[in-house]
């Protein structure tokens, strides 16, 4: 009998299957040569990040040098809305996000707001959205989901994750669900270190699943994996390095007690601590793919060719040391191809209609009056104490959020004070508080805060602050815990534009000139 030999794979393939499963980065605002040579060599995936962005024309003339060197490219961002916007990140969204749409509780607005963005997005000439966030917020603390989640209703997360990847789908742009299996019973935020969640598999299934399973039956076409460890799952490696949880638990037909995904499976950022400090990016992107990744997401921190060649020549390393079956590759290379035709086919945005203005009614719905004493609408140019906690990465520092800016629109001359952790720890409480007091004389206050349950300096200012002024108005900007404090306190469910602009609104009793949003 001949013995078997197993067949070496070309050179040539293995570099464009593993070029091919990359998702990279690139900084600055135009194409980079290395980038289109890459991509003239395989590469079929870009992420675009706020960096990239100065404006829809730009973008749009980004995109379509990208795209003639190869037609079929999937162009992506991380475009949630509200608090995550890549497209708007330097004056915030023209869209509430997902927590201000879950208190709205219309699956058809929800829908409509999707497909808008969507429409937006196909403009500018972006195919895949990593959104929208499937995460059931079930634990308050939480640092890194919030206000991106839905709500901490797993039933409710469930109907809005599905109405918008079916509006965001409907415009042609692939939606990629994420964070799975669920980031949102978490305290620790990924990219600084890996999250432990110690819930059961029978919690699992009636809680975090539920928005997946949902997504799955909506036909997203796309899901992100999470950096988070469950035991209860896989005792040793984190969902995206486990075969447990991808090529099991999402790949598995429903009978069989999984999801009965057969889309693409995207990785949260390889770079992030979670993976990057444990395993190291090659490592654990050789990991990442054998347990049943597809594509890498790279490039929010990483964003050079460097990065590129050698996550490339690592994946090609690890086949031809039998770390990494050729099969698998392959096959993940060639999912990364096929909803690559599917953006093509879609015609991405044609024949939609705009619908401008709907994220502006989605953040008046969203807005809730949750104390109402005696109060009387701004007339005159105001002072804004915004309390402002450190933002996470995902959000990022770069984008503007609060009501100061609306505010100012409608009464010129307001004034903002910005107070913060490290502000407040070197001057003290009462130091701070006088300071805002001598600040604002003469001149009614409003104070902006964002999650003051999770912050015990942001708490204590504000009730020294309205014990010395009880006439000041609060809008919460976060995810509301705590009890409606202030002559009128608004929860805005969200810190983007349009949500700072329908608390403005109601602070001063009227609406400013539309402007498109």
Avoid at 60 to 77: F, G, K, P, Q, S
Wanted: proline share 6%; charged share 20%; hydrophobic share 45%.
């Amino acid at each position: 009998m001949t013995p078997l030999v197993r067949s070496e794979p070309s050179t040539d393939t293995l570099t464009s299957d593993a070029l091919t499963v990359l998702q990279p980065g690139f900084t600055g605002t135009t194409a980079p040569d290395w980038l289109l040579r890459r991509i003239g060599e395989g590469l079929t995936s870009v992420g675009l990040f706020g960096r990239n962005v100065e404006s829809p024309a730009q973008l749009a003339e980004l995109t379509a040098r990208l795209r003639a060197a190869r037609e079929d490219l999937l162009i992506a961002v991380d475009e949630e809305g509200g608090d995550v916007t890549r497209l708007e990140v330097r004056g915030g969204s023209s869209f509430p996000g997902n927590h201000a749409l879950g208190a709205v509780d219309d699956t058809a607005l929800t829908r409509d707001v999707a497909r808008e963005l969507g429409r937006r997005l196909a403009e500018c000439g972006v195919t895949l959205n990593w959104a929208p966030c499937a995460d059931v917020n079930s634990d308050p603390d939480n640092p890194v989901i919030g206000v991106r989640s839905f709500g901490d209703d797993p039933q409710l997360v469930a109907r809005h994750t599905a109405a918008y990847v079916e509006g965001l789908q409907s415009a042609g742009v692939a939606a990629c669900t994420k964070h799975f299996p669920g980031h949102g019973d978490t305290a620790v935020d990924s990219h600084h270190d890996l999250p432990r969640i110690t819930a059961g598999l029978t919690t699992l299934q009636d809680r975090e699943l539920v928005p997946f399973r949902a997504a799955v039956a909506a036909g997203t076409r796309a899901v992100m994996s999470a950096h988070i460890l469950l035991p209860a799952l896989d005792a040793d490696r984190p969902a995206t390095l486990s075969p447990a949880a991808l090529g099991g638990l999402l790949r598995a037909p429903v009978d069989r007690g999984g999801l009965g995904f057969d889309g693409l499976i995207i990785t949260d950022g390889m770079e992030m601590r979670a993976i990057s400090a444990a395993y190291g990016l090659e490592r654990g992107s050789v990991l990442a793919v054998a347990a049943g990744a597809d594509a890498l997401c790279v490039g929010g921190g990483l964003a050079d060719e460097d990065t590129v060649l050698r996550l490339r020549d690592a994946l090609v390393r690890a086949v031809r040391a039998g770390e990494l079956p050729e099969a698998r590759l392959a096959d993940a290379a060639a999912r990364v191809r096929a909803l690559a035709r599917w953006t093509r086919r879609t015609g991405a945005g044609e024949g939609i209609e705009p619908a401008p203005g709907i994220g502006l009614t989605a953040a008046r719905r969203a807005l809730r009056r949750t104390a109402d004493g005696p109060f009387t609408p701004l007339t005159t140019p105001a002072c804004v104490a915004a309390f402002t906690p450190l933002a996470n990465i995902a959000v990022g520092d770069e984008t503007p959020w609060g009501v100061a800016a609306e505010l100012t629109r409608l009464l010129p001359g307001t004034g903002t004070l910005t107070c913060t952790a490290e502000t407040a720890a070197a001057a003290g409480t009462p130091a701070l508080v006088d300071g805002l007091l001598t600040a604002a004389a003469g001149r009614r206050l409003v104070a902006v805060v964002r999650d003051v349950h999770r912050h015990p300096w942001m708490a204590e200012a504000l009730d020294a602050l309205l014990a010395a002024r009880p006439d000041t108005a609060v809008v919460d900007m976060g995810v509301p815990q705590s009890p409606p404090r202030g002559a009128l306190h608004l929860a805005t469910h969200g810190a983007a534009r349009v949500c700072g602009r329908a608390a403005a609104e109601v602070l001063t009793g009227r609406r400013g000139p539309a402007d498109g949003d």
